[in-house]
């Protein structure tokens, strides 16, 4: 009797578990079957809340959204708030993620213990580009006139960025290294934010400044700036067309000052792939070439794969150039 009621337990047990298993492949099947919370790491109105909301409407004009986004702001402590809370939902489907190259940054830094390997990488979408800029009355006429007085004394300019460590930071410090030039011993001064550096510069309190080029155009197109360099891979149109690429002057450096998704760590590769179809349609349609157009972006997007290798080679790249400055903890 024991014998035949341990039998009956065991197939009780294997029926359950097959049940479970059937459930939870329905579920990544027909995902999603519900509402996504999407966590943008910072304050409304800002960058990332401005890039979660901006794909969220992109979806339902091009009638890709198959479930409703629910935005979520959580900027505090440099996106690290975000982050723990996004890794708290491990293997949970139902959360996205907005962020930049702080994924990454603030563990190099070590504000945070969580980095690249504590999310699920989605999809890099977009890029804006830092420039080198200067007042219109600027002896400078071109950056390579900078990096020459640079290589001959590598404390004779002082450059302005608006926070450290930055991608506005790394685009001095990065093609100083490729001129051959000692970027221990370059000048930088960090301010408030980019409004306040741009009141710095115009008021000849600082020579050079290296900065997001949507906060240089305005100016540069009143004829208060000049715009000697850009971080763009290839040549850039539109507001910046006939400005010099770093690697239009040899120098081979390029930096994306992107904005992409992230999920929780652990999520079934079904939903990754899920995200894989839908947001490389996305990126395809209209109504995303209009979203990059009204908010002077640039496509950059890279599917999970892809976006996962870049991180990690962006990380390495990173952490030993901080660590050199003495900046990594």
Not at 148 to 169: R, W
Not at 183 to 209: E, N, S, W
Request: hydrophobic share 40%; net charge negative; aromatic share 8%.
């Amino acid at each position: 009797m024991k014998k035949a009621l341990a039998v009956i337990l065991s197939l009780l047990l294997a029926i359950s578990a097959s049940a479970c298993s059937a459930n939870s492949g329905n579920e990544s099947a027909n995902y999603p079957t519900k509402s996504i919370e999407f966590v943008a790491a910072g304050a409304p109105g800002g960058g990332l809340d401005t890039f979660a909301r901006a794909i969220d409407q992109a979806l339902k004009e091009a009638n890709l959204s198959d479930k409703p986004f629910i935005i979520k702001n959580m900027g505090g402590a440099g996106g690290n708030e975000a982050k723990a809370y996004i890794h708290k939902q491990k293997g949970d489907p139902y959360y996205l993620y907005a962020e930049s190259n702080r994924i990454y940054v603030n563990q190099i830094v070590g504000t945070t213990d969580l980095g690249i390997e504590d999310v699920t990488p989605i999809g890099r979408m977009i890029t804006e580009y830092i420039v080198w800029a200067v007042r219109s009355d600027s002896p400078y006429q071109n950056a390579k006139e900078i990096l020459d007085q640079l290589k001959q004394d590598p404390t004779k300019i002082e450059f302005g960025v608006g926070t450290i460590p930055s991608n506005d930071q790394m685009n001095i410090l990065r093609p100083a290294i490729e001129y051959g030039i000692d970027p221990a011993k370059i000048r930088i001064v960090a301010f408030k934010d980019g409004g306040d550096l741009m009141t710095q510069l115009l008021g000849g309190h600082i020579p050079v400044i290296s900065t997001g080029a949507s906060e240089a155009i305005e100016q540069a197109k009143a004829g208060k700036v000049r715009i000697l360099a850009v971080s763009a891979p290839e040549p850039v149109g539109g507001d910046l067309e006939g400005v010099p690429t770093w690697k239009s002057m040899g120098i081979d450096v390029s930096i994306l000052h992107w904005r992409g998704v992230f999920a929780p760590p652990g999520v079934p590769q079904e939903v990754v792939a899920y995200w894989d179809q839908k947001l490389g349609e996305l990126v395809k349609t209209d109504a995303w070439k209009q979203t990059l157009e009204r908010y002077g972006w640039f496509d950059a997007y890279a599917n999970s794969e892809e976006f996962k290798k870049e991180l990690q080679e962006e990380h390495e790249l990173t952490e030993k150039l901080l660590k050199d400055l003495g900046l990594a903890k």
